[in-house]
């Protein structure tokens, strides 16, 4: 059983430039959240995707952007690339009807870099 | 804001010994905690968990203690193993069920 996966593992990215982030969730799973975790500091939450939707959005600006595909995976979208961006982005899955937060189970992560 | 506050970015401790992490925060409204473990390019896991109704919770090697009028917490780990080197951050869901994480502290266990 797969557990989440996400890709690409690391990606190198110009200001002002666009990028996609993709995460597949755990097998059974049909809830998407995305952190992103900066140097030195734990995951922060982004959004979450349920049933194709946004569901909760943390303090993140609309360059930040997602969707939820009919098979559950999720792609995390993010506009105008800023230097503060540069982060690993993290994407947990779980499922909706479980609300325990132990049953969130989180990717490897996607290392973005902003140049 | 940090609501939730590791301030020790790192511990080192012998192997065999005791380990203890720290957390604070400071919503009183929190009413449950969780510690997470992370290894090195994968993402974070579960470690273990304490509602505010208990003051202590233990599973194997692995404690949390709770002191809500401190708004503390610590994770105690007995005995440290050089496979617990890891980065541990510990965490709360808000009222809207978001986690707010710590920064994390790095635990080194040597030989």
């Known amino acids: 059983d797969a557990g989440v996966t996400q890709s690409p593992t690391h990606l190198i990215k110009t200001r002002g430039q666009q990028v996609t982030l993709r995460c597949s969730p755990k097998?059974?799973?049909?809830?998407v959240s995305w952190y992103q975790q900066a140097l030195g500091q734990g995951p922060q939450f982004i959004f979450q995707y349920y049933e194709e939707e946004e569901r909760q959005r943390g303090n993140f600006p609309d360059r930040f952007s997602g969707h939820q595909f009919p098979n559950y995976s999720s792609e995390l979208n993010v506009n105008a690339l800023l230097l503060g961006d540069s982060a690993l982005y993290l994407c947990?899955?779980?499922?909706?009807?479980?609300?325990?937060?132990?049953?969130?189970?989180f990717g490897p992560g996607t290392r973005l870099l902003v140049l | 804001d940090q609501q939730v506050k590791q301030n020790s970015p790192s511990l080192s401790v012998q192997e065999g010994r005791i380990s203890i992490l720290n957390c604070d925060y400071t919503n009183s409204m929190f009413d449950y905690f969780l510690w997470y473990k992370k290894y090195p390019a994968e993402g974070p896991t579960f470690l273990i968990s304490?509602?505010?109704?208990?003051d202590k919770n233990e599973d194997g090697r692995f404690t949390v203690f709770l002191n809500k009028s401190a708004k503390h917490l610590s994770l105690h780990i007995v005995p440290s193993q050089p496979g617990d080197s890891a980065v541990y951050f510990c965490?709360?869901?808000?009222?809207?069920?978001?986690?707010?994480f710590g920064t994390g502290t790095r635990l080194q266990v040597f030989p």
């Open positions: 965490a709360a869901p808000d009222y809207t069920d978001k986690l707010i």
């Open positions: 097998s059974g799973h049909d809830t």
């Open positions: 304490i509602s505010s109704i208990k």
């Open positions: 947990a899955s779980s499922l909706a009807s479980t609300s325990a937060q132990e049953t969130q189970y």
